[in-house]
């Protein structure tokens, strides 16, 4: 069965974004080697605020380096989760209603791994439902001090187990954590 894993970046103090949305302060090493886990990732998928900050209106710059990443995300099956939305860019497949039923129904599907970009809410939910195989956290060295946090509306307690971790030569520690089912 494929993997749903939840990659994401945060802040020393739990922030996911700073207080007004910007995640500037998100590093990305070569020695991460992301497009390793894009190679192993056919499926990715993001809520409505993710959606419209970074499918919505194409690549945030026109570096070689955004446009390759770009045409890299482009290249997989990309799912929205949405109960708002009525539309989204024709290559992307939006879901309204049903969020578990059409999860677990994408995990018994043969594939590749699949990637939870974001967002917190989306996350929190799949948490909730018992769907995320596998957390990543890249633990940025900095401290926001206000933000959007990584999880809201966690309903109870989820216990973790810490597979393994990395340390990047930018200080950023990379945490791969697994829930205890």
């Known amino acids: 069965m494929r993997k749903i894993i939840f990659s994401a970046a945060i802040s020393i103090d739990g922030y996911m974004e700073g207080p007004n949305g910007e995640t500037d302060w998100c590093i990305m090493d070569e020695d991460m080697q992301f497009n390793v886990f894009l190679d192993e990732t056919d ?21 070689k380096m ?13 799912i929205v989760f949405s109960r708002t939305l009525t539309s989204v860019n024709n290559s992307i497949h939006l879901v309204r209603e049903n969020m578990i039923t059409a999860m677990t129904s ?13 967002g917190a809410s989306l996350a929190s939910s799949m948490l909730n439902a018992g769907l995320i195989d596998e957390i990543q956290l890249g633990v940025i060295p900095i401290i926001l001090g206000a933000g959007n946090p990584l999880f809201t ?25 697994e829930p205890v089912k």
């Open 43 to 63: 499926t990715i998928l993001f809520g409505r605020k993710c959606y419209d900050k970074y499918l919505k209106n194409g690549p945030p710059s026109t570096s």
């Open 66 to 78: 955004d446009k390759e990443l770009w045409d890299t995300i482009f290249s997989k099956q990309l």
């Open 106 to 118: 994408l995990k018994a599907q043969p594939g590749r791994n699949i990637w939870l970009f974001g």
């Open 153 to 177: 509306g966690i309903e109870q307690r989820i216990l973790l187990k810490t597979s393994h971790s990395k340390l990047f030569k930018s200080g950023v520690q990379q945490l791969y954590l």
